[in-house]
């Protein structure tokens, strides 16, 4: 066993305990946005556990990577993994996901309430503008951090990220890393019948984005991508991660119903046994 295998056996094993959180926290929470959430589940695991340079301990360390979860509204994920990575009990991803208005993990990411997050989202197709400007402000102070950003393919749709995308391209930001969670369906349904996104990376290489294809649940291919893009320079980079949502629950998967919804128990039981946890132990 090589230290590459023993390290993507390691990532995919973290990954399913992710989504167990996931599903756990949305069946006490009354509810969220579970497909896009499980969708880009290895894409965060990959990031969390192998490529950010972070530290629980400083969570506001000046020196660290920024990571913006554009796609807000799967941000039961990225809670997932700042509380595996140790930024605040685990405990807390059960008894404060959704549970109110002013409790610590809201639906969306509040860089307010939790410790680890670098930006505020919620609103679809700004969390590229925000990138562009902390690379534009990391060039003015000569810092050398990665900004990695996930967006949803629904939410490119929108015309302020093309700006942004524009943006970044024509002052060659190189320190924006960003990955396209491309699971293919959003909340009004396939997103080719309602506003083809394609020929997808003409268009981003056309504002001069350097553009790779990968597998967004093959964890092989996106520690390899990631790791190639880090020390990429002379232009922005995304990543098209060809994913599916829902991933990991048969029932779920590519089914359009599960983008926001809430699960009975008996579906909770069900998804928990497919991802290896003994309905008995739930």
């Known amino acids: 066993m090589t230290a590459r295998s023993d390290l993507i056996r390691s990532l995919m094993?973290?990954?399913t305990t992710l989504r167990r959180h996931v599903i756990k926290m949305m069946w006490y929470g009354g509810g969220g946005h579970i497909g896009g959430s499980l969708s880009c589940v290895d894409i965060i695991t990959a990031l969390y556990f192998h490529?950010?340079?972070i530290d629980p301990h400083r969570p506001n360390w000046d020196d660290r990577d920024r990571f913006i979860l554009s796609k807000g509204h799967a941000a039961a994920t990225l809670y997932a993994a700042l509380a595996e990575r140790g930024f605040?009990?685990?405990e807390r991803l059960l008894d404060s996901f959704r549970n109110n208005v002013n409790g610590f993990l809201q639906e969306h990411p509040d860089m307010k309430r939790v410790p680890g997050i670098d930006v505020s989202t919620g609103s679809l197709g700004q969390g590229l503008s925000v990138a562009v400007g902390l690379a534009i402000g990391a060039e003015l102070k000569a810092k050398n951090f990665n900004i990695y950003v996930i967006l949803g393919d629904g939410e490119i749709q929108e015309g302020q990220v093309w700006e942004a995308a524009m943006a970044a391209g024509n002052y060659k930001l190189d320190k924006i890393k960003a990955?396209?969670?491309?699971?293919?369906l959003s909340v009004e349904g396939r997103i080719d019948e309602l506003m083809s996104l394609e020929p997808l990376v003409e268009k981003w290489r056309a504002f001069n984005w350097h553009v790779r294809e990968i597998d967004g649940h093959n964890m092989d291919h996106i520690v390899e991508a990631l790791e190639d893009v880090a020390q990429f320079r002379g232009r922005p980079v995304l990543i098209v991660a060809h994913t599916i949502k829902g991933k990991g629950v048969s029932f779920m998967e590519n089914n359009m119903e599960w983008h926001a919804s809430h699960m009975t128990?008996?579906?909770?039981?069900?998804?928990?046994?497919?991802?290896?946890t003994p309905l008995g132990d739930v």
């Open 51 to 53: 490529t950010l340079r």
């Open 88 to 90: 605040f009990p685990k």
């Open 13 to 15: 094993t973290k990954s």
């Open 265 to 276: 128990e008996e579906e909770m039981r069900l998804a928990l046994n497919e991802l290896g």
């Open 179 to 184: 990955i396209l969670d491309y699971n293919g």
